[in-house]
Nanobody, 119 residues
Framework: QVQLVESGGGLVQPGGSLRLSCAAS????????VGWYRQAPGKQRELIAG???????TYSGSVKGRFAISRDNAKNTVYLQMYSLKPEDTAVYYC?????????????WGQGTQVTVSS
């Protein structure tokens, strides 16, 4: 079993910053790609940032230039550093990881962490 746990969310003023973490634990061999998603009430979950096993990041247009995804493979943790936060960034943020286990490759989701940007 693999568990992903997000942390670091909270309430922040517009223009502020937060750093989210996604830590993997359990039984697995490796983690390939990891994505950060967010879902606001009434909206579909959207991919906002991704990082491959090589560390190459990708971003959606809505967060490009403001968010930075990174990973620490030794800690089995992926981060999302968020700057210049806007009210429209308010959402539950989830991480998703493509994980190699004894059963093969599978996607796992974390429980989510709430980010609220409010003036």
């Amino acid at each position: 079993q693999v568990q992903l746990v997000e942390s670091g969310g909270g309430l922040v003023q517009p223009g502020g910053s937060l750093r989210l973490s996604c830590a993997a634990s359990g039984s697995f061999f490796s983690i390939n790609g990891v994505g950060w998603y967010r879902q606001a009430p009434g909206k579909q979950r959207e991919l906002i940032a991704g990082i491959g096993s090589d560390g190459n990041p990708t971003y959606s247009g809505s967060v490009k230039g403001r968010f930075a995804i990174s990973r620490d493979n030794a800690k089995n943790t992926v981060y999302l550093q968020m700057y210049s936060l806007k009210p429209e960034d308010t959402a539950v943020y989830y991480c998703n990881a493509h994980v190699r286990t004894r059963a093969g490759w599978a996607d796992y989701w974390g429980q989510g962490t709430q980010v609220t940007v409010s003036s």
